[in-house]
């Protein structure tokens, strides 16, 4: 995965969720099964997208860097959205930069591949949740999903839909008879030895 993935999560974000940023959309409402409104689960993925950024920009080792996105209270769900956008686009810069071999930390040393994926993935899964929350069907692409399920979650059944797939890999639903998961973690950091 790379840069364009994540613009184009981003796009998929901005049709989705673009048109419902006025009344009488409640940003307040909480965004799908998570325990965050539909605004803070925007602001999170601007959040994590910077992050992100951050991280392939200053390649630090062990560690993440020490700052936060604060996205200012007063800001509409449009606004959120302009920053999520401001912060997507930083991260799809950062990769287009970022030379193959670049290593930065994410539970261990990350690639740009890993970076690109969990963007895409942040991006896909709280536009689903946000999506829910506003009462809008929508399901993320197949194709971004399955790239997204190659670098993150090897271990992925491949039982039909990647869409599908993806929402039971993070707990968001069953697949073909199998439980909704109760936790889960993608693997990011890559083995160089």
Known sequence: MNGDDVRAALGELLHALGPLTDAPHDWTAPAGPLDWSCRETAAHVAHDLLGYAGQLAARPVGRYLPFDLTVHPEAGPAEVLTVVTA?????????????????????GPCDPPGFAAMGVAETLLHTHDIALGLGLPWEPPAGLCAGVLGRLFPEAPDDGDPAGVLLWCTGRGELNGRPRRASWTWRAAVDDR
């Open 87 to 107: 912060a997507g686009q930083l991260l799809a810069t950062a990769l287009d930069a970022a030379p193959p071999g670049l290593r930065a930390w994410h539970h």
